[in-house]
């Protein structure tokens, strides 16, 4: 089992910045990819990026590419996500997953939000305009 905790979240003006951390339980994160995802209200969840189990492969949503950046430290078992240039479009709950399937390649297979086995409770994140 994996508990998986984020935290960072907040109100922050259209332009600006935030960094979510989310903080896995268990020995065995450093085996396991990892994802952001999204729900803002009235609409469905969506992927927003991932890392690989060794931190070498990123993916990242169209509509966020070039201003998240997910990273992680298996020392600290932990999966960041920097969050630059905020849109108000960006305001929604963001959760964070665990996915422990042994192989999983390309974009497809880490947006797979189906295929993620733990999750956490989410942390908002609010951007005015």
């Known amino acids: 089992q994996v508990q998986l905790v984020e935290s960072g979240g907040g109100l922050v003006q259209a332009g600006g910045s935030l960094r979510l951390s989310c903080a896995a339980s268990g020995r065995t994160f450093s085996s396991y990819a990892m994802g952001w995802f999204r729900q803002a209200p009235g609409k469905e969840r969506e992927f927003v990026a991932a890392?690989?189990?060794?931190?070498?492969?990123?993916y990242y949503a169209d509509s966020v590419k070039g201003r998240f950046t997910i990273s992680r430290d298996n020392a600290k078992n932990t999966v960041y996500l920097q969050m630059n240039s905020l849109k108000p479009e960006d305001t929604a709950v963001y959760y964070c997953?665990?996915?422990?399937?042994?192989?999983?390649?390309?974009?497809?297979?880490?947006?797979?939000?189906?295929?993620?086995?733990?999750w956490g409770q989410g942390t908002q994140v609010t951007v005015s305009s």
């Open positions: 997953a665990a996915d422990r399937r042994d192989y999983c390649s390309g974009y497809g297979c880490y947006a797979d939000m189906g295929a993620y086995d733990y």
């Open positions: 890392i690989s189990w060794s931190g070498g492969s990123t």
